[in-house]
């Protein structure tokens, strides 16, 4: 368990010593407000209110899950596997004293670390940037539900960064690896809208379930269902994924 941690802890000190991890970071960062002022000229110039104060970081939330985030996760786990192999800096890690499972799983957990704090600069960037919109209901008065959205959507979006890590593996080349990544999801998004059927059973589609836990009624049994697809394709996907890091060459 120490090495693991240890290994983890390497492992996520690598990703944010990263120049364009900081950069994205900082870009999470800059979006909330970005779009607090593009919605105030709307509001004052315009008179029109697309986005009430109160329900500004779901906005903002929905956004990032369904179109940003992924991307970031994305190329996060491109760099941390297909890109360290396509470097060999891969090879520094497996000549130390630690399995190859426990390495495949701290660079899970980074991933997870990454997903969590990307999401924790956006609840806060978004709910301080709100205070600065006009519209019914305070943005305060939202809080505790976005605190909630934003909480439940680390599952989710932690099963898109295990399915991103196998897919990475397939690909010796870092640039491809993204760009057929990036392209699959897109797919997977399209298929989800057009047929309403099929898209119960993918993993993308799953991006905006923080929409169950929230509202008047939550839908318990949509939410386990829904829980249990998540759960599936992680554990598939992480088991295929291992089983590619596993029998790599350097």
Do not use: H
């Not at 008047?216 to 996907?237: C, G, P, Q």
Request: glycine share 6%; hydrophobic share 55%; with cysteine.
């Amino acid at each position: 368990m120490n090495v693991l941690y240890a290994n983890s802890i390497n492992e996520t000190q690598k990703l944010f010593l990263r120049k364009k991890t900081i950069a994205l970071l900082v870009i999470t960062a800059i979006i909330p407000i970005a779009l607090t002022v593009i919605l105030s000229v709307f509001q004052n110039n315009i008179g029109i209110i697309p986005v009430n104060a109160n329900q500004f970081s779901l906005f903002v939330l929905g956004l990032f899950t369904n179109y940003i985030l992924p991307l970031l996760i994305t190329m996060a786990a491109v760099d941390m596997f297909s890109g360290e192999f396509n470097d060999r800096t891969i090879k520094a890690v497996l000549l130390r004293p630690i399995s190859r499972f426990k390495i495949y799983l701290s660079k899970i957990i980074c991933i997870g670390v990454y997903i969590i704090l990307n999401l924790i600069i956006l609840f806060l960037v978004s709910s301080i940037a709100g205070l600065f919109l006009q519209g019914n209901g305070s943005p305060l008065s939202g809080l505790l539900r976005g605190l909630a959205a934003y909480t439940v959507s680390v599952v989710p979006m932690i099963g898109i960064g295990i399915a991103a890590a196998f897919i990475s593996q397939l690909f010796k080349s870092s640039s491809g690896a993204l760009v057929i990544s990036i392209i699959i999801y897109i797919a997977l998004s399209v298929i989800s809208r057009f047929f309403p059927s099929i898209s119960r059973s993918l993993l993308t589609s799953y991006s905006d379930w923080y929409l169950l836990w929230i509202g008047s009624s939550i839908m318990v049994w949509k939410i386990i269902n829904a829980f249990i697809i998540i759960l599936s394709y992680s554990m598939i996907f992480f088991a295929a994924g291992f089983n590619l890091f596993d029998r790599k060459e350097i």
